[in-house]
């Protein structure tokens, strides 16, 4: 769980300031801020509904790799500043497309990881996505407070990172988990069969 908790704190750290990023830093009007906000709410659907693509071929690669994308296009719209209003809505495109594939992933390696527990692993999940957010937001509200608009992004790419070092190691060792998505082996269980 310390990977769910690196990759979703790490996501909401920044995405709730987001908007005062784009308007102190990259410069954006009202309606640039509700364009990129949109823009990114799509771009996450997009990536949710592709997920299981990905997730089929590797649940590892899968959330590791979506943590480094998201680090990199975070790292791109900080190094945009307010050179480029297109490079900071395309980076936040790419980051809310990569960010999509990570509750799916998370939900699809536990499923595969414990499906005899797979209630009691959902209520463990949930409560460590929903921990996670907030520890994460109330963090990047601290570093806004403290050294501003691009303090929560600089902590939110460096626990991205970790968290897909840590993702990229610790799912190695449940290889039983990363077989492909809606593979069952075995003989299906009464329950669901009907």
């Known amino acids: 769980m310390v990977g769910v908790v690196l990759l979703f704190g790490g996501q909401n750290m920044f995405i709730t300031y987001l908007r005062p990023f784009l308007e102190a830093v990259a410069r954006f009007a009202t309606d640039g801020v509700a364009l990129a906000l949109l823009i990114f709410g ?24 979506a943590a480094l994308v998201e680090a990199a296009a975070l790292t791109l719209l900080w190094a945009a500043g307010g ?8 980076s936040v495109a790419v980051w809310g497309f990569a960010a999509g594939s990570v509750g799916v992933g998370w939900s699809s390696w536990l499923a595969k990881a414990y499906p005899d527990h797979a209630e009691a692993g959902g209520g463990i999940l949930v409560a460590a996505i929903q921990g996670s957010m907030m520890l994460g937001a109330m963090l990047g509200g601290g570093l806004i407070d403290a050294v501003g608009a691009t303090g929560p992004l600089v902590a939110a790419v460096t626990i991205l990172l970790v968290g897909a070092v840590h993702t990229a190691l610790v799912l190695r060792t449940h290889r039983s988990a990363l077989a492909p998505v809606g593979i069952h ?7 669901v069969r009907d």
């Open 42 to 65: 799509v771009a996450n659907f997009l990536g949710t509904a592709l997920a299981p693509a990905l997730l089929a071929r590797s649940i590892r690669w899968t959330l590791a790799g």
């Open 83 to 90: 050179d480029s209003q297109i490079a900071a809505v395309a």
């Open 185 to 191: 082996e075995g003989p299906i269980p009464e329950a």
